[in-house]
């Protein structure tokens, strides 16, 4: 019996159950659990008086605090764990060696401390895993008695996602929110939809109806949260309020933030905000700091563990993060001896540390906290763009161009009367080289190998000058802050909390600046931020050496706390130090920071476009890259970027700003534009040191050439030195009388081929009845100027000598230069494909890296002209036999042809595979092109578009859906590109949103968001009003029209309209079938399309395209049949699929005749006898 009870107890509705039975129920919801845990039983039946109390475990309750409570009693300092409660249990004593004081402890003493710490450090990973599970985990530890729930369900469209929403949901209710005393639900999307009027009192029929409500949920469009907050915070019961949103908010967070805090003046109310799967950066940020302006609670929630963050985790990694360090400071500081006591220097032990951050145990530079040292520059410093103006190789007169100019003269043409057409100058041939100019024309140049000579010595010093700058900017305070040139300076440092475990680089950098550096300076003022900004001076200071010691100290003083304001901090140093900036010259902002701020990117180069534009104010970044892994210690800024995202955003703040780039880390420098400078100057002199030994060897080349010509007698040089390749004529036969001296000279001096070979053709015959050529006729002659006509084909370069024989009249050659042969068959090209998706368009894309553009088509590699099987007719044999080779190589038939397969076995395996990366990167860029926001609209291409959408009454079922995917095109790709644009519906009239082009903002967006989210169907289709007003926009370069069938009026009307207005300004067209149809209609656009240079994109097959590539990419491409992509009608889709079909078929021959080549290796070898 009492085993039945308690299963029955455990259900959620069991209150009646348990009234019946005689259990009197208890509200003990102050000590977390919920009603039915705690319970007395009167009576059991008739003969029972038993007495059964369920009571939390005092852990349990403990753990139920929130972190910031549960540390008031297990933090370091309330069980007396620091530094300074060590030092209290040591001993003061005297070396008598030095006389310095030193504190000992016994071995017992620093060993207990050092065990408890490492207990400490594993209770608080336990507490981290507690936190890490069940629901604590999606939605963190909620806190309060009466606790309002606001649901966001604005972005779960996707059913397998709301379906885990709604779980971790019911989760929620089940192991949290039910041992609460009152629950208040609320969801919203662009609209609110509240559960109840008023809170309601926790029991089991308020929790079934929490439940019913959490499976009915349904998804919305927008994210209204503010309207959310209006309605919530009327409830005066509610002291906890837990917002869950999974998408960014539509209101600001500044806004949010001001309404939030005025209505909870005077108010005990907990806010716990939670994002829920949110992968929008935006959505995180403005949840977090929204929280942290309200003193309220976070928590992120990612299924993928990439944004996870709590502020209960971070405290505890923090807490714990402290007690390592303080560990291995012990381990580090204590010197153990002999005889079991620990002695160190109390100078190395102060109590200072126990109240200090974490990052005070890290290891300090020496003499860190003692006065600068300061020392004026004995440079006056400049940037590499004006060192260059003095330094540089144009500047000193080392351009190569410079140094050619007076021996370079153009090529002259001339018309010559007397051959009556123009004569182009030849000296180049003689006397000069040809060499080609910085403009891509071609001069004749002299050279003159003393003064080239000098120049590369020259060009050589310079380049060992630049090494030395690069040096010098490459040390000291240079190699952090770069070359500080302005007169007027504001430093900025970041102190956001992100960097507290690095802080002592950050005071170091600023100490080698205020040392180095600024002695030398007019006016100064350093100006630290986090999320508020302070300054160190209210302006401008003197650069005097008692305001940069007092600077220092101040810096010494500094915490890191809150996120990155930078906006406020740069406002901060314009406003007020720089309020006169268009009374003074040579100003400066040097930026030290280790991350993105908080604000957009383009909203701060906005900014800085604006206040530096025509004044002599620039802004520099200083970029501090830590190598340590941003997770080590759970600190997780407000706007999050990995390395080189920050770098690419402070790029184009400085572009901006027109000021310079510095980027280093731990390692050295990454990235400096100075250095860059110099770089490419160090660049430019190779390239002209590598063109001028070019001009030399060119040079040595000819004269080599030359002095072998001039031993050649003129009229035989074309049977010496051959350039063509010529049939041999037959030679006039000389009187044998004649040749018989020189006969026996060649017989007895054979060593002497050359000399022999000159001296025998340098004989001319002796007799009148030598053998003269006949005379060519006048046909002959004819055909002879007709081949001139021809630009004759250009023959390998071959040289022989020509020599008689001992036997007769016998003519006899012999090779001293052979023909380099030339290799036809081609070789296997190594393929590398771009892995990040370019922002084009298929046609655009194929044309780079097409496999006919990639050199990778089957037929062209492997079957040139010598693979034709050769037959010919034997007369004798009355047939046709083919050639000897034909029986070496196997044959294959190819479209009709018979060839012969010449490739190995080796050569097709690597033309497998890289026919198979090439065909994984198509369906890579097919899946691309089915996700997102493209697998309705496709690729957005231009930079101002306009997109026309049909809203008659034919698209009244798919209306949700389109202004769903409306709102992922707009931030997708029309707010990550920042693409002008203008939206425009049609029915039987049109509306436009604006009235002109609009730049991609948060603003603009979240207003456009809203205001598709108001679409109706009705009414008919006009397209020919929407393209008209469309085509009116000034500055339009694109369309992008979405119907679902055919305009209500004449197609060719529309075609001919289109056609008239674009005459004034070429803008395409592109058509977006949806849920059509209807063959005709699907025509009409494409014609639209394509006579505007459009595209035309049909969405249709999109789920079968996913599957295929998903298993193309997974089960591999060895079928050709299976699987394949459905049809696709739209352009980019239909020409990538094309062109994946073309390359299997491709695959499937050259697997074919690898296994054709393996068997034809196996017959080889038995017929051979091996």
Request: hydrophobic share 35%; with cysteine.
């Amino acid at each position: 019996m009492d085993t039945h009870i308690r299963k029955m107890a455990q259900l959620l509705d069991n209150d009646h159950f348990l009234e019946k039975v005689g259990v009197t129920t208890k509200s003990s919801l102050q000590g977390d659990h919920p009603p039915w845990q705690d319970f007395t039983m009167s009576h059991l039946g008739p003969d029972n008086g038993l007495l059964l109390s369920v009571q939390m475990k005092k852990m349990q309750s403990e753990k139920v605090q929130t972190t910031e409570e549960w540390l008031r009693n297990h933090s370091l300092e309330s069980l007396q764990l620091t530094l300074e409660h060590l030092i209290n249990e040591g001993n003061i004593i005297l070396n008598s060696r030095n006389s310095v004081e030193e504190i000992e402890f016994t071995e017992e003493t620093v060993t207990n401390f050092e065990s408890r710490l490492s207990e400490v450090i594993d209770l608080y990973q336990q507490r981290i895993q507690w936190l890490l599970q069940d629901s604590r985990k999606v939605f963190g530890l909620i806190k309060g008695t009466k606790v309002g729930l606001v649901v966001d369900v604005s972005d779960m469209s996707y059913r397998p996602r709301l379906l885990d929403f709604q779980k971790d949901l019911l989760c929620l209710i089940d192991e949290q929110l039910c041992y609460k005393k009152q629950l208040y639900c609320l969801s919203f999307s662009t609209e609110i939809s509240p559960l109840w009027e008023s809170p309601k009192n926790i029991n089991v029929h308020v929790l079934h109806e929490a439940r019913q409500w959490i499976q009915q949920l349904e998804p919305g469009r927008g994210c209204n949260l503010l309207k959310a907050l209006k309605h919530v915070l009327t409830m005066k019961e509610l002291n906890s309020l837990v917002l869950i949103v999974g998408s960014c908010p539509d209101q600001s967070l500044e806004i949010l933030s001001d309404y939030t805090q005025q209505c909870m003046l005077g108010r005990k109310l907990q806010i716990h905000a939670v994002t829920y799967d949110c992968r929008n950066p935006a959505s995180l940020a403005v949840l977090k700091n929204l929280a942290e302006a309200v003193r309220g609670r976070y928590h992120c929630y990612s299924s993928n563990r990439e944004n996870f963050d709590s502020s209960d985790v971070h405290l505890l990694l923090q807490e714990s993060q402290k007690a390592k360090d303080l560990l291995k400071s012990i381990k580090q500081t204590f010197q153990r001896r002999i005889c079991g006591s620990l002695i160190s220097r109390i100078a190395d032990v102060s109590t200072e540390f126990a109240n200090t951050a974490p990052s005070s145990f890290l290891p300090k530079p020496p003499n860190h906290k003692g006065p600068l040292v300061i020392r004026t520059p004995c440079v006056l410093a400049k940037t590499s763009t004006d060192w260059l103006k003095t330094n540089g190789l144009k500047a000193k007169k080392l351009n190569l161009y410079q140094v050619l100019a007076p021996n370079a003269f153009s090529p002259v043409e001339e018309f010559v009367p007397i051959l009556k057409k123009t004569v182009s100058s030849t000296l180049h041939q003689k006397a000069m080289m040809q060499f080609q100019w910085y403009d891509g024309t071609v001069k004749n140049i002299h050279v003159d190998l003393p003064e080239l000579y000098n120049y590369q010595k020259l060009l050589a010093k310079m380049v060992r000058l630049y090494e030395k700058r690069i040096d010098w900017l490459s040390v000291a305070s240079r190699r952090i802050w770069g070359s500080v040139c302005e007169r007027r300076v504001v430093i900025l440092v970041d102190i956001s909390v992100t960097n507290s475990m690095y802080f002592i680089h950050i005071q170091h950098s600023l100490r080698l600046l205020l040392e180095e550096q600024m002695s030398n300076k007019d006016y100064f003022n350093i100006i630290a931020f986090g999320s508020d900004v302070v300054p160190w001076q209210l302006e401008l200071v003197p650069s005097q050496p008692e305001n940069l010691q007092n600077a220092w100290r101040w810096v010494l003083n500094l915490q890191c706390k809150g996120s990155r304001n930078f906006m406020s901090a740069l406002r901060r140093a314009v406003e007020v130090d720089f309020k006169d900036k268009d009374k003074h010259k040579s100003q400066g902002l040097y930026l030290l920071t280790t991350g993105i701020p908080d604000q957009e990117t383009h909203t701060v180069s906005a900014y800085v476009a604006e206040v530096c534009g025509g004044f002599d104010l620039q802004l520099h970044v200083c970029l501090f890259s830590v190598m340590e892994d941003i997770d080590s210690n759970r600190i997780m800024p407000a706007c999050y970027a990995n390395p080189a995202e920050t770098a690419i955003a402070f790029k184009e703040i400085v572009q901006a700003a027109n000021g310079r780039f510095h980027w280093f880390g731990e390692a050295g420098i990454f990235e400096s534009d100075d250095i860059t400078l110099i770089v490419s100057e160090m660049e430019k002199a190779n390239s002209y040191s590598q063109k001028c030994a070019f001009l030399v060897e060119s040079l040595k080349q000819r004269s080599v050439n030359q002095s072998v010509n001039r031993f050649t007698p003129d009229g035989d040089s074309n049977v010496l030195m051959k350039k063509e390749k010529k049939r041999p004529q037959k030679l006039p036969s000389p009187k044998p009388t004649a040749l018989s001296r020189a006969r026996m000279y060649i017989k007895d001096n054979h060593g002497a081929e050359r000399s022999a070979s000159v001296r025998v053709l340098a004989w001319r015959p002796t007799s009148a009845k030598a053998e003269i050529p006949p005379a060519q006729t006048m046909k002959e002659w004819s055909q002879t100027e007709n081949k001139r006509k021809h630009k004759p084909r250009k023959q390998p370069e071959v040289s022989v000598s020509v020599f008689y024989t001992d036997k007769g009249r016998n003519v006899g050659t012999v090779y001293r230069k052979y023909p380099e042969i030339m290799c036809v068959r081609k070789s296997v090209p190594s393929v590398t494909l771009p892995k990040k998706e370019e922002i084009c368009s298929s046609k655009e894309w194929l044309t780079k890296y097409s496999i006919k553009q990639l050199k990778l088509e089957l037929p062209r590699l492997m079957f040139g002209p010598g693979c034709t099987h050769q037959k010919k007719t034997v007369e004798s044999l009355h047939k046709e036999v083919s050639a000897k080779y034909c029986t070496v190589f196997p044959s294959v038939e190819i479209n009709g042809v018979v060839k012969h397969l010449q490739f190995q076995s080796k050569e097709l395996e690597i033309y497998t595979e890289q026919l198979e990366k090439v065909l994984q990167r198509y369906i890579q860029r097919i899946q691309w092109l089915l996700s997102g926001s493209r697998r309705l609209f496709g690729t957005i291409l231009e930079a101002n578009v306009c997109v026309l959408i049909d809203t008659s009454g034919s698209m009244d079922p798919y209306l949700p859906h389109i202004t769903k995917e409306l709102t992922s095109l707009i931030w997708e790709q029309l707010r990550k590109n920042e693409v002008r644009f203008n939206l425009l519906r049609f029915a039987e009239n049109t509306e436009s949103w604006k009235e002109c082009l609009i730049e991609a903002t948060d603003e603009t967006c979240h207003d456009a968001v809203r205001w598709v989210s108001k679409f109706h169907a009705h009414g008919n289709t006009c397209i020919l009003t929407a393209l008209q007003k469309a085509l009116s926009f000034q500055g339009i370069e694109a369309l992008y029209v979405l119907t679902d069938g055919k305009p209500d009026t004449s197609c060719s009307l529309i075609l001919k309209e289109v056609e008239r207005l674009r005459k004034k300004q070429d803008i395409k067209i592109h058509t977006i079938s949806f849920s059509c149809t209807d063959r005709e209609a699907n025509e009409f656009l494409k014609k639209l399309a394509s006579q505007t240079g459009g595209r035309f994109h049909c969405s249709f097959g999109d789920v079968d395209g996913q599957l295929a590539a998903h298993r193309m990419l997974t089960e591999g491409l060895d079928d050709e049949d299976d699987p394949v992509f459905p049809y696709f009608e739209g352009d980019d889709l239909k020409k990538l699929t094309q062109e994946v079909a073309k390359g299997r078929s491709f695959l499937k021959q050259a697997k074919s005749f690898r296994l054709l080549l393996q068997k034809w290796n196996i017959n080889q070898k038995d017929n051979s006898g091996f």
